[in-house]
């Protein structure tokens, strides 16, 4: 008996503990179907049916396996990406208010044509693959701001947002992509183009461009750079090409009269797809200039405005084509250039090298030594010069193609390239190819013209003739135009500007002297007592001793009774007029020396001319350590000459009315100090020039004061 009373409690303590243990679990979730479009379905082909009385046709959206959507009704068209991807998120994310099932509209009273859904007004049906699910649409709610939809599949009408029709009623404009081309330009790597010929004839032109990483060539009809920036304009502006308008069905029925059965243009874009754009007639009666157009691969028929990218193609052999075309014959960089010829016909060559530590150099074949016989020279040339002939050469542009395939006939008579005017070589390093550039002058013509052609190649191209005033065969063109520079810490200690007298080139007039001792005074304690003109245009000497630039060179050795062509009227027959060197520069300059080493001078003699014309003066030296020239000066030193020369020749009356008028041209900048920089070319007012312009200007005697 107590074993039955035990066995009791313990069932019953059992009841208990799963009775306590019931209670505490959380209520039992019902188990609902899932949303009506699942969200794992991959969509690749929408269907939206319109049922209502005054129905549109049903639209239908297909994905294509790149990932492109396409409209297939009512037209075929490219879709817009982004109206689809809307679409899809409001389908598969529908933001459900409540939802019940149709047992439960049965149980009150309710059926679905209650809420519009027995044979709803608008049906979507998605796919995926084989797989596919169902939307109807049915009516709105009370409040208008909900719509009843259902998945007949899951028999659950649920309450969603109006936004849901307002997506599905998207205008067919919004739906579709308004560009033709959607290859992004990134992505392209050809551009084809078949232009046709008159009337009905075939292509008569094709073009294509590929590219090579971030280059474009030509590679048919031949092989040739491209323009990189024009083509990738020319792709631009296709990609913001779109649609005005679509022609209808019934109307693009005959492609022929729309011009598209033989396009005037077809354009092709390709990448990892491929789009092609056919251009047929223009739109008759159209307020702005339009076309009919149409993709390849769609019978959809739409009209585009008339843009100036289709001229660009229809002349895409001339319009994208590389007008820079040196650059694609050199193997190397302009920097990379290391010989330099240039002839004249066959008169004169001039050929200039850079050596090892990057300076330039002119070889001079035509000296000769001591005993007469022949001897190669080297003149430093000025590396600003041939680095702007070098570029110049290397953006030398075609002003047009003239001919790819010119004849025997066309060398020698249109283009004169048979026996160019101007040859022009250049070289890298010895295992690189020598390109050469011929240039032809034809004077057949008014104006004249300049063609241009590498030599092994059949291309003749017509160029400006800005490069022939980059060209000379005169090697003081490219002489360094620093004549010479002392070096660091010398000093000038001496300074007289002595004017000669007859041909004597070693007597004259004084016309400064000074002197100064570097560890006592400066040029600015020498010129304190002299006039404002004189302050302020010593320096400017000073400077030009420190460091003797010239304009241009004249000659490479120093004559006493020089000639030159002023291009004025002369009785003598060569045309030449004597230009007798008037006043000598003589400068002392003192070494810098090492330790307590005394220090060591040198002198520097300079001759100069006359005032020739207002902006022509001439200068010379002959002496060591200078290298002999004759060359022109800068219009700094020719003014600053002009000013010393009458400041120090004129009495005392004259200098007054003088300083008057010889004013620097900027009067509000600071005077240069003797010691420091000189002073600015701009600062010191410049000569006069004669009356008569083209004469030499005489020596001014100096002037004898009124009794």
């Known amino acids: 008996m107590r074993f039955k009373l035990t066995l009791f409690l313990l069932l019953a303590n059992l009841a208990v503990f799963f009775l306590l243990w019931r209670l505490n679990q959380p209520p039992e979730i019902p188990i609902r179907p899932g949303g009506p479009i699942p969200k794992d379905m991959d969509i690749d082909r929408i269907l939206i049916e319109d049922r209502a009385a005054n129905s549109v046709e049903p639209r239908e959206l297909t994905k294509d396996r790149n990932g492109a959507w396409h409209l297939v009704k009512p037209v075929e068209w490219l879709a817009n990406d982004f109206a689809v991807t809307n679409l899809i998120t409001h389908l598969q994310f529908l933001d459900e208010a409540a939802s019940f099932s149709i047992e439960n509209l049965k149980k009150s009273g309710q059926t679905p044509k209650d809420f519009g859904l027995d044979k709803a007004a608008v049906k979507v049906t998605v796919f995926s693959g084989t797989r596919s699910a169902e939307l109807d649409i049915g009516t709105s709610t009370l409040n208008g701001n909900r719509l009843y939809v259902m998945n007949p599949a899951d028999g659950l009408v649920r309450v969603v947002g109006q936004e849901l029709l307002t997506t599905l009623d998207l205008p067919l404009d919004d739906l579709r992509e308004k560009n033709p081309f959607t290859l992004p330009i990134f992505k392209v790597q050809s551009l084809s183009i078949s232009a046709a010929g008159a009337g009905s004839a075939p292509a008569a032109t094709f073009t294509r461009f590929v590219r090579a990483d971030d280059e474009w060539r030509m590679?048919?009809?031949?092989?040739?750079?491209?323009?990189?920036?024009?083509?990738?304009?020319?792709?631009?502006?296709?990609?913001?090409?779109?649609?005005?308008?679509?022609?209808?069905?019934?109307?693009?029925?005959?492609?022929?009269?729309?011009?598209?059965?033989?396009?005037?243009?077809?354009?092709?874009?390709?990448?990892?797809?491929?789009?092609?754009?056919?251009?047929?007639?223009?739109?008759?009666?159209?307020?702005?200039?339009?076309?009919?157009?149409?993709?390849?691969?769609?019978?959809?028929?739409?009209?585009?405005?008339?843009?100036?990218?289709?001229?660009?193609?229809?002349?895409?052999?001339?319009?994208?084509?590389?007008?820079?075309?040196?650059?694609?014959?050199?193997?190397?960089?302009?920097?990379?250039?290391?010989?330099?010829?240039?002839?004249?016909?066959?008169?004169?060559?001039?050929?200039?090298?850079?050596?090892?530590?990057?300076?330039?150099?002119?070889?001079?074949?035509?000296?000769?030594?001591?005993?007469?016989?022949?001897?190669?020279?080297?003149?430093?040339?000025?590396?600003?010069?041939?680095?702007a002939l070098l570029t110049n050469l290397r953006h030398l542009s075609a002003k047009s193609f003239a001919s790819d395939a010119p004849t025997s006939d066309d060398l020698q008579n249109t283009f004169n390239l048979k026996t160019p005017e101007w040859k022009v070589t250049l070289q890298g390093d010895k295992a690189t190819k020598a390109v050469i550039l011929d240039i032809g002058i034809s004077t057949a013509t008014t104006p004249i013209r300049y063609f241009a052609k590498i030599e092994g190649t059949d291309s003749v191209y017509e160029i400006d003739s800005e490069i022939i005033g980059q060209l000379s065969i005169n090697p003081l063109h490219y002489r360094d135009r620093i004549l010479e520079k002392l070096p660091t810490g010398a000093q000038i200690v001496s300074l007289k500007l002595t004017h000669l007298t007859g041909d004597d080139l070693t007597t004259g007039d004084e016309v400064f002297n000074g002197t100064v001792d570097p560890t006592k005074t400066t040029w600015d304690d020498f010129l304190k007592g002299k006039s404002q003109l004189i302050r302020d245009s010593m320096p400017v000497v000073l400077d030009a001793v420190r460091q003797f630039t010239v304009e241009t060179y004249e000659k490479t050795k120093f004559d006493e009774h020089y000639q030159m062509n002023l291009a004025q009227s002369s009785s003598d027959p060569t045309g030449l007029t004597p230009v007798p060197w008037r006043f000598r520069l003589d400068a002392v300059v003192q070494l810098a020396t090492a330790g307590n080493a005394t220090a060591s001078t040198e002198k520097l003699t300079f001759y100069f001319s006359d005032r020739l014309k207002g902006s022509l003066q001439l200068g010379g030296t002959s002496d060591a350590p200078l290298p002999p020239a004759i060359f022109t000066l800068p219009m700094s030193m020719i003014g600053a000459l002009g000013v010393i020369t009458r400041e120090q020749t004129q009495p005392a009356e004259a200098t007054e009315t003088l300083r008057g008028l010889d004013q620097p041209i900027n009067p509000n900048v600071a005077a240069p100090t003797a010691s420091g920089n000189a002073a600015p070319a701009s600062s010191v007012a410049p000569l006069s020039p004669p009356a008569d312009a083209t004469a030499p200007a005489p020596a001014i005697p100096p002037l004898t004061p009124a009794p």
């Not at 009809?221 to 779109?242: G, K, M, W, Y």
């Not at 330099?340 to 002119?362: F, G, Y």
């Open 219 to 387: 590679d048919t009809p031949f092989s040739c750079p491209a323009d990189a920036d024009a083509v990738n304009r020319a792709i631009t502006q296709l990609e913001n090409l779109h649609a005005e308008s679509f022609v209808p069905a019934a109307d693009a029925a005959d492609p022929a009269h729309l011009g598209l059965t033989a396009p005037s243009l077809k354009i092709e874009l390709k990448g990892d797809t491929s789009q092609a754009l056919w251009l047929g007639n223009e739109v008759p009666g159209a307020p702005e200039k339009e076309f009919y157009a149409k993709l390849a691969d769609s019978p959809t028929v739409f009209v585009v405005k008339a843009d100036g990218v289709f001229t660009t193609l229809l002349h895409a052999q001339d319009a994208l084509r590389e007008r820079q075309f040196l650059g694609q014959f050199l193997d190397f960089k302009p920097e990379g250039v290391t010989t330099i010829k240039i002839r004249l016909t066959d008169t004169a060559e001039v050929q200039m090298e850079m050596l090892e530590n990057h300076t330039w150099q002119i070889v001079n074949n035509e000296a000769t030594d001591t005993t007469g016989a022949p001897a190669t020279t080297f003149i430093a040339a000025d590396a600003s010069i041939i680095q």
